[in-house]
């Protein structure tokens, strides 16, 4: 329920601020003072866009604020999934600074437009020129059957049915494009996997074959330098190493003749050690080595067949040629296995389809068990807005699954004895729709559970008893709803809890809208104006009266 609402710097308004009853309350005012204005207004809080345009003053900015007692609409569990701290008490503004800039918050918190237009469909239902144009809409008609027949919860189960539906049908037909693809490329995929495979392939094993193919590629002048380094080393007579015994004794003599010197002998005999060691080292190196032709052909073989490979798939490592083979190992499976996958795949379409109808059938079922019922309500209460001649019926054709169910549902009106109801974008003149739209939201007003309804000039093209009989109507509807309604007709407004009065001020630079709450007094004066025109007579006076008594 909307307990507050203040505007500032929104079109004509500079500053405006009104409370409205939890019940029934009034507003009115000359043609052109900003009564609509208001509700462009409350449109931001529900989340319409707004550009710099609705700026009164260009270098100020605009602020829409509402605050709504939310205690006994069940709202928590909103709330908590849009990670919105809750109240009973919420704050809703809306700001758009003079760049163009728009922002939202509920309880100070920032939000999406999207959270905003989801909570403020559940707390308010404006009537407009907009319903009018929907009314005439199949998804808008649908709604309505829904919201009468109660079919939430059936509605609910299909559309989980129908997400389900769409997936195992989306996976399905990716399945059988992949299979496609998959049969494409299987031949070629088991000849480069079987190209692969034969190799047995190993991580490592390519820098290991490179070297050892240098190594045999080199092999005989490798024994031959090694075996002339060994000589230099190991001749009896000139070599390295009978050279170094020698230095070796001298090394022992100089420090048996000064002790100083045995820093000296011990790092030769460091070098001496490493010296052997190196020579025992390119001993076993040359042992080693073999000239292998056989060898030598068949790691040239293999590394050709590598390197080939890794031209053809575009790498430069065996690692990288273990990893295709195990891409194409992977797809070779899944073709063989690809009928069972595919059959399974079919399966659970088949039966996600069947649940989808299924449930569709039972959501048909219960829209269908509402249409007379509807039909009679909807009648009844035309008659008594003075369309005794009104005929209702709701046809309901099959249509594919959609996100909405399997059927298209369409209302049919017709004002007039003895003709055919048609659509009603064919059928309904402008006071005959705002009575049918009125009658409907009458009907919905406790099926759709909305704390506030704001009707704007609903009763156009009306009079007389029609218009008693739709404000005694709108008391019904606040005695369980907070309801606001814009009117241009006096016997409507004097039945209002609150009555507020839009104007415009001229005393300043720009004209300005403002609105004031009628005492009981300025009502009457208000009421005898809207009877009589500007200077109404004492006749109208009473008329105000007994208007405000009754």
Do not use: W
């Not at 190992?329 to 649940?355: G, H, P, R, S, Y």
């Amino acid at each position: 329920m909307l307990q507050s609402l203040q505007i500032s710097n929104y079109a004509l308004i500079d500053e405006l601020m009104m409370q409205p009853s939890p019940g029934l309350s009034m507003i009115t005012g000359e043609t052109g003072a900003g009564k609509s204005i208001m509700l462009g207004a409350v449109g931001l809080l529900l989340g319409n866009r707004a550009d710099t345009k609705v700026l009164l003053f260009e270098d100020k900015k605009c602020v829409v604020e509402g605050v709504f007692d939310l205690s006994e609409y069940g709202l928590r569990e909103f709330f908590d999934a849009q990670e919105l701290d809750y109240s009973d008490s919420c704050i809703i503004r809306r700001e758009i600074s003079p760049s163009g800039k728009s922002r939202s918050f509920v309880n100070d918190t920032p939000v999406l437009l999207d959270v905003l237009r989801e909570l403020g469909s559940k707390l308010m239902d404006v009537h407009s020129q907009h319903d009018t144009l929907l009314l005439a809409e199949g998804t808008y008609q649908l709604g309505l059957v829904d919201a009468y027949s109660g079919s939430a919860e059936e509605l609910k189960t299909y559309q989980k049915a129908y997400r389900s539906f769409r997936n195992a049908k989306k996976s399905f037909e990716e399945l059988k494009k992949k299979a496609l693809d998959l049969q494409k490329e299987a031949d070629f995929n088991q000849f480069q996997l079987d190209e692969l495979s034969v190799l047995g392939l190993q991580e490592g094993e390519q820098s290991e074959l490179e070297s050892t193919q240098e190594v045999l590629e080199n092999a005989e002048e490798i024994k031959l330098k090694i075996n002339e380094m060994l000589s230099l080393f190991q001749d009896e007579q000139f070599g390295v190493l009978q050279g170094l015994a020698q230095i070796q004794q001298g090394m022992q003599a100089l420090e048996r003749l000064a002790q100083k010197f045995g820093g000296l002998k011990d790092r030769f005999q460091s070098v001496h050690i490493e010296l052997k060691d190196l020579v025992e080292g390119l001993g076993e190196e040359e042992s080693q080595v073999e000239v292998d032709f056989e060898k030598l052909d068949e790691i040239r073989d293999r590394l050709s067949k590598i390197y080939q490979l890794q031209k053809k798939h575009g790498v430069g490592s065996v690692e990288d040629l273990i990893k295709i083979e195990a891409q194409l190992a992977d797809q070779v499976f899944q073709f063989q296995n690809l009928d069972e996958t595919l059959e399974k795949a079919e399966k659970e379409f088949i039966a996600a389809e069947k649940t989808l109808l299924d449930s569709g059938l039972s959501l048909s079922k219960k829209r269908k068990s509402c249409f007379v019922d509807f039909q009679k309500s909807l009648e009844s209460l035309l008659t008594g807005l003075g369309m005794e001649n009104a005929q209702i019926r709701i046809e309901a054709k099959e249509v594919s699954p959609g996100p909405s169910g399997l059927d298209e549902v369409e209302i049919l009106f017709s004002a007039n004895k003895g003709s055919q109801p048609q659509a009603l974008k064919k059928v309904a003149s402008g006071g005959e729709f705002s009575r049918l739209l009125f009658a409907i939201k009458y009907l919905m007003a406790d099926k759709m559970s909305l704390p506030t309804l704001i009707f704007d000039e609903i009763d156009t093209g009306i009079s007389g008893e029609v218009a008693l009989q739709m404000v005694k109507m709108m008391k019904e509807i606040a005695q369980n709803h907070q309801v606001i309604c814009i009117t241009h007709l006096p016997q409507v407004a004097a039945k209002g809890e609150l009555h507020y009065f839009v104007f415009k001020d001229n005393s300043s630079d720009k004209t300005l809208s403002k609105i004031k709450l009628l005492d009981q007094e300025e009502r009457v004066k208000e009421l005898a104006k809207m009877i009589a025109g500007s200077s109404p007579s004492q006749a109208a006076v009473e008329s105000a009266k007994e208007l405000l008594a009754s």
